[in-house]
């Protein structure tokens, strides 16, 4: 992806607000990433899923300038476990809440809200005490941005780190740090919490 340079014409975009003091392009955000279907082999005892809710930090340094907004998204997970401390995800996330966006700290009147994020992953774990495992997220990241009445996506390595607590064999409660984007001076992460079901 080409980095953003005032005057530039890329996809993403701050708009000027009325006195043109700020940027008119957003550096580019994430583009493809696709989870395979499992296989009609695979087992259902395998299979979990989990939804949580994620507050997003999406921060960008361009120019000298500093971005900042702080949307959320509602995120959910399934996944299927290889073994006991292998598993493999795909992701969706949903815009619940959009954000003005910040520049040097002052309100722009500009609002950015991640529309929607869709993800693949690795998940490498370990049961540290009955009931309460570690976990670790490795993958690729597709995130549409709306900035102003601009929209457009673009793609990031995704990476993160979280637990999850079994309350019974079905039930869990999770929560992890993940870095959605992280490229081009651009950065998104949020923490998410959430309730989680094995099948």
């Known amino acids: 992806m080409r980095r953003f340079r005032a005057g530039s014409s890329l996809d993403w975009?701050?708009?000027n607000n009325a006195q043109?003091?700020?940027?008119?392009?957003?550096?580019?955000l994430f583009a493809v990433a696709t989870l395979a279907?499992?296989?009609?082999s695979v087992q259902a005892e395998g299979l979990?899923?989990?939804v949580g809710y994620t507050p997003l930090k999406l921060e960008s340094s361009v120019g000298g300038l500093d971005f900042s907004s702080k949307p959320s998204n509602v995120r959910g997970i399934i996944g299927y476990?290889?073994?006991?401390?292998?598993?493999?995800e795909g992701m969706l996330g949903l815009s619940a809440q959009d954000s003005s966006v910040k520049v040097n700290g002052i309100n722009s009147g500009v609002k950015a809200e991640v529309d929607n994020m869709v993800g693949v992953f690795v998940k490498p774990k370990i049961e540290v005490v009955e009931g309460l495992e570690l976990f670790g997220r490795l993958g690729a990241a597709r995130t549409k941005l709306s900035v102003g009445n601009e929209t457009d996506s673009a793609t990031s390595v995704a990476y993160?780190?979280?637990?999850?607590?079994k309350l019974n064999s079905a039930l869990s409660l999770n929560a992890d740090y993940m870095t959605y984007h992280d490229k081009d001076d651009t950065t998104l992460k949020g923490v998410t919490v959430g309730?989680?079901?094995?099948f």
């Open 13 to 15: 975009g701050f708009l």
């Open 195 to 198: 309730v989680g079901y094995k």
């Open 20 to 28: 043109g003091v700020f940027m008119k392009r957003l550096i580019p």
């Open 81 to 88: 476990e290889l073994n006991s401390n292998l598993a493999v």
């Open 160 to 165: 993160g780190l979280g637990a999850s607590y």
């Open 37 to 40: 279907a499992a296989s009609a």
């Open 48 to 50: 979990y899923g989990e």
